[in-house]
């Protein structure tokens, strides 16, 4: 019996072991983008290429792990912490190297430093506005 390959499950699992919460990827996403629609994508079986693309960049995981891992290679991904060539789905001659943990760390570091300057700079700007109004 063939195992059933669900994108919508696989883009949950690879975000949530990357520590990233639905509104931080919507936010990636861009402005079309909300927890909730991301939300929604996660329950679908397929998901456009494009958008996949889209996710695939954010969360620099190639696109063929959301299209080819099923349940049990998924977990077995995660549970290996990304080993080397790690075997993709459907086509076993195809490989692919993931990012060390450590680069992963890293990258999610990064974006907590992007979004703690943000958040300085909207402090910021409130601040001025503050100003302006008490003028």
């Not at 669900?6 to 883009?11: A, D, F, I, R």
């Not at 909730?36 to 889209?54: M, N, Y």
């Not at 290996?80 to 060390?100: E, M, Q, R, W």
């Amino acid at each position: 019996m063939e195992q059933k390959i669900h994108q919508g499950k696989n883009v949950k699992r690879f975000r949530e072991m990357l520590g990233i919460k639905q509104e931080a990827l919507a936010f990636d996403l861009g402005n079309e983008w909300n927890q909730k629609k991301i939300s929604i994508l996660e329950q679908k079986d397929i998901i456009e290429d494009d958008i996949l693309k889209q996710i695939s960049n954010s969360l620099k995981i190639p696109v063929e792990a959301f299209q080819n891992f099923d349940e049990d290679q998924a977990i077995n991904i995660i549970s290996n912490t990304f080993g080397d060539n790690a075997c993709v789905g459907k086509n076993p001659t195809s490989t692919f190297n993931i990012n060390p943990i450590e680069e992963l760390k890293k990258l999610h570091e990064e974006k907590i430093e992007l979004y703690e300057r943000m958040l300085k700079e909207k402090d910021e700007m409130m601040a001025r506005l503050e100003k302006l109004i008490t003028k």
